[in-house]
């Protein structure tokens, strides 16, 4: 089982995307969409995260209203799982819950308190040795 988590920074306006796998899921299960997750917990010290959101395996969001972990058809209005809704237009559509359990394929965070280490590697020295490179060929 593995879970693919993107972490969002709100100050960076950046994401991290990383994969848990088995035992690093088991923080994560049967929390609710808007429930706190410490970062030590998968890897991040001295960060707390925010959980916003997710999908479940077979792409359905994940809605904050809708209690447990199976998938729901509700009448929405607006909000999560329905686009370009116009005034007054109400449409039925699947939605999982709002619990992470074990089919749930992708989570949402959100960084609330920062830690000492970086989230983002700087990718300069990389970028650095890609353009030596190119110049190399060049010649």
């Known amino acids: 089982m593995e879970i693919k988590v993107n972490i969002g920074d709100p ?11 088995n035992e ?3 923080p994560l299960l049967h929390k609710k969409v808007g429930d706190f997750i410490k ?3 998968i890897g991040y010290d001295g960060y707390e995260f925010e959980i916003t959101g997710g999908s479940d395996y077979c792409g ?3 809605r904050k209203d809708v209690d447990g972990t199976m998938r729901k058809k509700i009448l ?3 909000g999560t799982g329905l686009r370009k809704n116009r005034p ?12 992470v359990y074990e089919n749930t394929a992708q989570v949402n965070l959100k960084v609330i308190k920062h830690g000492k280490k ?3 590697e700087e990718p300069k020295a990389e970028a650095a040795e ?5 110049e190399e060929k060049k010649e």
């Open 88 to 99: 007054g237009r109400k449409v039925r559509k699947n939605v999982a819950g709002n619990t």
């Open 130 to 134: 890609g353009e030596a490179k190119a």
């Open 24 to 26: 690093q899921v088991k």
């Open 76 to 78: 929405i209005v607006s």
């Open 11 to 21: 100050k960076a306006k950046k994401t991290a995307k990383l994969v848990l796998a």
């Open 60 to 62: 359905f969001p994940m």
């Open 39 to 41: 970062g030590d917990e």
């Open 118 to 120: 970086p989230l983002f």
